[in-house]
């Protein structure tokens, strides 16, 4: 496909605190762009202080989340080609997170969650022996992929709908969590908070967070069941806990 | 001026930056609990430009092929440098990388898999064996985030995340701190400090097509070079061979050399591997000639030699380069990269995921079908500042620098995997040093004098005088330097000097709109200070570099010339702001690593003088 020129009609969101409001712009595009390139385009032509959060434009560092007509989305990752010539193309910011300006918002309780994870704790003799297979840590790995965009917090709606960020991790961090608790090395248990600290009963398994997630990881069936199960195995199957511990 | 309310902070150790290096150098400083620790980040926590890096990172296990050990490491680290790194660096790059390496895998890292459950290392240009150890293709990312998942549990660090440095606040040549600001809050801030890391990364962005992210403006250099801060090398800028040139909204994204060391392979518009037409002759003994030597050794015959895409980085590019220019381009003035013809579609997912994926989902191009047009990238500054071997202070007392903002380690290139090595065995060492001289110091006034200085260019671009679009300015520079530089004659380097002048006035007249609060304009107006300096110092020692070494390539003088091989163009500030250059020259060899070298005879080769 050659790539040529349009009009695209864009409606975004501006402004802070209670003074917010959705501001149209018609911005020459081509086909090829991605929709952070037409944002840069209004900063360049006619705004140069509308706030975006990004860095990397390729994807990788999870900063430009944003939502496009409604679905959350990397900014970046976004390609004009996707979504109408024709029709206006509506930007806003992540809607669970608390509004700094236009279209970046407050993340840092994604932090604070983070902090309260026990880290990884390697076995005593983990420095002279190192020893992992591969097969063993192709999961742990496919979690670590994540890029810490926080759109599945963003759609997740215990989030962004019952606002229980006080007693709900969040799916990002249900993976987090699964990426521990499956190393094949780590001797810390983390069962106890994965129920009553992190929440993990408050996913009711909609799997919304997997599908917004840019990385593709599969974050209900992999992270937050296995999970759940290992919690229902603990607290009320004890019996197949004390077998899972011994046998692995 | 003093009307304006100022927020105050004191560390310890201040350190500027939250890529690798900067973490990394931060949880050094920490492991002191008496110290405070306070790390300025342009960014969120986790999102710096580190995340991008993909191929892995050196460390001599010799896991996969036993012959290697940390000799082979220094001679392919010091040979890959065009004989122009600091030996010293190098010798220590190449002891402590593999610790380091551990030591994130006990943190948490989870890096790829030999059979027999060891680290799994990988080929890569210029390295002899398979020596980067790696997770898949998101090896920066890894270590980011272990790094992130480590210092949140340091109580001693304090993040300044989303926080613009406008100044370094130096008086009698004595660091005392830095000023900035807030961008989400746009509020001003005096950081008092006992010691200063720069851990500010590269300078991409001085280019049209680059890899780096947003923040690559080269503002460390910059900042440094202001406070009076030596700066060498800046005229070795590493193009990366491979960067996707097309659609145009990937050209800059990188195609790690990891997809070459899978077994990728150049062509050109005829369809011709035009690599083993390139393969200079000191590296003829280690590079395949025939097609058929290549495979054999893609399939694992010791006795084969490597194939010739996996030659060092400078390599590569000028080979491209010359392709395009003899008319046998791609369509879009890049050669062909292709791994499909090689490697099966599943191999290719399993060893290559992101890469894979980011092509697929953003140019709906699928790398397991077809080949790929690819181009030189702007990537890596192997120049930066200048500092101590032993302790990474630079000539500012208290003031430390580490990782792509320093110079030395790599000389006139760099070789893959030895960034990521570089970033966490000086981040290191950085942090240990600039912690235990904090210990010796006291917090110092800072003269008011230094402060109404800061808080008028930090300012300045609010000014209603000031008009000058920075994001029109930075894409005129941008192109300008890409040609000017590119051609890197007597007569471009000239004309971009001129120009540069030229835009060092309209930079300091580039303004933004809005209030202060998280507004990108005022960033952009700011940083475009840096990136004209910037430009100006690689200008500057590109003219002075008459001959072409590694990154350093001069359209008019195409053979490296053995006789400046150890010689030194050392920048620094001027009494009235202009460039200042003088000339040293390197220490020599140690006897002890002349030894070492000997040792490679097979090796066409010259650190000149011993042969
Ligand atoms: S599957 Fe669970 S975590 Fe994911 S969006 Fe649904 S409720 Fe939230
Ligand atoms: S799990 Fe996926 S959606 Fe959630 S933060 Fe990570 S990358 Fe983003
Ligand atoms: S800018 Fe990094 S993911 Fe979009």
Known sequence: MAEYNYNLKMSVQRGSGEDISMVNYEVEVDSKMVVLD???????????????????????????????????????MSKLSDFSETEVMVVKPMHTFPLIKDLVTDVSWNY??????????????????????????????????????????????????????????????????ASLEMHPLDTEDRIPEIKNVFGSGLCNITKCCTEVCPESIPITDEAIIPLKERVVDRYYDPLKWIVRKIFG | MSEEKLIHKEYDVLVIGAGGTGLRAAIAAAQDKELKIGII???????????????????????????????????????????????????????????????LERWGAVWDRTPEGKILQRNFGGHAYPRLAHIGDRTGLELIRTLEEHIIHEDNIDLNMETTITKLLV??????????FDRVTGQLIV???????????????????????????????SLAFEAGAELIDMEFIQFHPTGMAYPPNVAGTLVTEGVRGEGAYLKNSEGERFMFNYIPEKFSKDYADTEEEANRWLEGDENARKPPELLTRD????????????????????????????RDADY?????????????????????????????????????MRYKWDTNETNISGLYAAGEAAGGVHGGNRLGGNALADIIVFGKRAGDAAAIAAKTKSFEDIPQNLIDEAIEVTLAPFKEENTENPYLLHEELRDMMTVEYGFSTEESLTKAKK???????????????????????????????????????TIESSLMRKESRGGHARGDYLETDTSIQDILYVQKRGPNGEIVVHEEILEPVSEELLKVLAEFKDDGYQYHGKK
């Not at chain 2, 092509?359 to 192997?382: G, N, Y």
């Open chain 2, 315 to 342: 390599v590569v590019a000028a080979a491209i380069r010359s392709e395009v220019a003899a008319g046998r381009g791609s369509p879009h003035g890049a050669a062909w990269l292709d791994i499909a013809c090689v």
């Open chain 2, 191 to 221: 950081f008092k400090a006992k010691t200063v890391i720069m851990a500010t990364g590269g300078l991409g962005k001085l280019f049209t097509i680059t890899s780096n992210s947003w923040e690559g403006t080269g503002d460390g250099y």
């Open chain 2, 499 to 537: 120009i540069l002048e030229e835009m060092k006035v309209r930079a300091s007249k580039c303004g933004t709109s809005g209030d202060r609060a998280y507004n990108p304009g005022w960033d952009q107006a700011l940083s475009m200070k840096h990136v004209v300096q910037v430009a100006l110092l």
């Open chain 2, 171 to 180: 008086k009698d040549n004595k660091i005392l701190g830095a000023f900035g």
């Open chain 2, 41 to 103: 980040s342009k960014t969120l926590l986790g999102k710096a430009h580190t995340v991008m890096a993909e191929g892995g990172v050196a460390g001599s296990f010799g896991n996969v092929n036993p012959n290697d050990n940390w000799k082979v490491h220094f001679r392919d680290t010091f040979k890959g440098s065009y004989w122009h790194g600091n030996w010293r660096l190098a010798k220590i790059l190449v002891d402590e990388a593999p610790e380091r390496i551990l030591e």
């Open chain 2, 348 to 384: 290719i997912k399993k060893k290559l995921p992101s890469m894979y994926h980011q092509m697929k989902t953003l140019s709906k191009l699928d790398i397991t079908k077809e080949a790929f047009e690819v181009a030189p990238t702007a990537h890596h500054a192997m120049g930066g």
């Open chain 1, 38 to 76: 037409a944002l840069h385009k209004i900063q360049t032509d006619e705004a140069p202080d509308l706030s975006i959060r990004w860095n990397c434009k390729a994807g990788k560092c999870g900063s430009c989340s944003a939502e496009i007509n409604g679905k959350p989305k990397l900014l970046c």
């Open chain 1, 112 to 177: 604070l969650v983070n902090k309260k994870i026990k880290p990884f704790s390697p076995p005593d003799n983990f420095k002279d022996d190192p020893k992992m297979m591969q097969q063993e840590v192709d999961r742990v790995q496919e979690f670590r992929k994540c890029i810490e965009c926080f759109l599945c917090q963003d759609v997740c709606h215990v989030l962004r709908s019952h606002q229980r960020f006080d007693v709900f991790a969040g799916p990002r961090f249900m993976v987090r969590l």
